[in-house]
């Protein structure tokens, strides 16, 4: 398994902006594709959008297109979470997942058996 680190959270008013960031640990991190998750109170943990192992496509769940963006570093190890034209149902703890290998294009939590900590981007009015 690969150690997550999230970080970048914090407080932001609606139609604000933030930058999610997950270092990974490990040599291997080019072989894993990489998510983002987040768990709003009293809900379960959702998909936001994943970044796959192979290949340039992005995905992301339909309640974020258009205003957040996936992307990756293969150098510094870090995928990164890009939200924009942020609105109160954004908040939630955000959880970056990675699992090796992983095909597919729709994800879901059991997909992934890594997991950071989780970092909190809370939305105001």
């Known amino acids: 398994q690969v150690q997550l680190v999230e970080s970048g959270g914090g407080l932001v008013q609606a139609g604000g902006s933030l930058s999610l960031s997950c270092a990974a640990s490990?040599?291997?991190?080019?072989?894993?594709?990489m998510a983002w998750f987040r768990q709003a109170p009293g809900k379960e943990r959702e998909f936001v959008a994943a970044?796959?192992?192979?290949?340039?496509?992005?995905y992301y769940a339909d309640s974020v297109k258009g205003r957040f963006t996936i992307s990756r570093d293969q150098e510094k190890k870090t995928v990164y979470l890009q939200s924009n034209s942020l609105k109160l149902e954004d908040t939630a703890v955000y959880f970056c997942?990675?699992?090796?290998?992983?095909?597919?294009?729709?994800?879901?939590?059991?997909?992934?058996?890594?997991w950071g900590q989780g970092t909190q981007v809370t939305v105001s009015s």
């Open positions: 970044v796959p192992w192979i290949g340039h496509r992005t």
């Open positions: 490990g040599r291997t991190f080019s072989s894993y594709t």
């Open positions: 997942a990675a699992e090796r290998y992983l095909p597919g294009t729709n994800y879901r939590v059991t997909d992934f058996t890594s």
